[in-house]
């Protein structure tokens, strides 16, 4: 069974920085595309960074590049999103979750499992 885990979220001041994590069992990340998602209330799901099994390709949103910054563990099975340079339009829970091909994960949300959520707040 494909479990996702996330955590690492909590409340932080605008330009301040978070790292999420993403812990992975029943699978390794070596064979599948994962990636991170956010969505604010009233706001629709957000792809805004993912990388490809290999590490070789990463997807980020335009809304975040140049801010966060996924990596991803293959030894751990986790994956990690650096967020640095906070906004306030970064508040949303955020997801993480695995599928089989890069693009379709992170633009057409297609997955096999998608983790819980962490609530992500930049606030002063």
């Known amino acids: 069974q494909l479990q996702l885990v996330e955590s690492g979220g909590g409340l932080v001041q605008p330009g301040g920085s978070l790292r999420l994590s993403c812990a992975a069992s029943g699978f390794t990340l070596d064979y599948y595309a994962i990636g991170w998602f956010r969505q604010a209330p009233g706001k629709e799901r957000e792809g805004i960074s993912c990388i490809s099994s290999s590490s070789g390709s990463t997807i980020y949103a335009d809304s975040v590049k140049g801010r966060f910054t996924i990596s991803k563990d293959n030894a751990k099975n986790t994956v990690y999103l650096q967020m640095n340079s906070l906004k306030s339009e970064d508040t949303a829970v955020y997801y993480c979750?695995?599928?089989?091909?890069?693009?379709?994960?992170?633009?057409?949300?297609?997955?096999?499992?998608w983790g819980q959520g962490t609530q992500v707040t930049v606030s002063s």
């Open positions: 979750a695995v599928g089989p091909v890069l693009y379709r994960l992170c633009k057409l949300f297609e997955a096999h499992s």
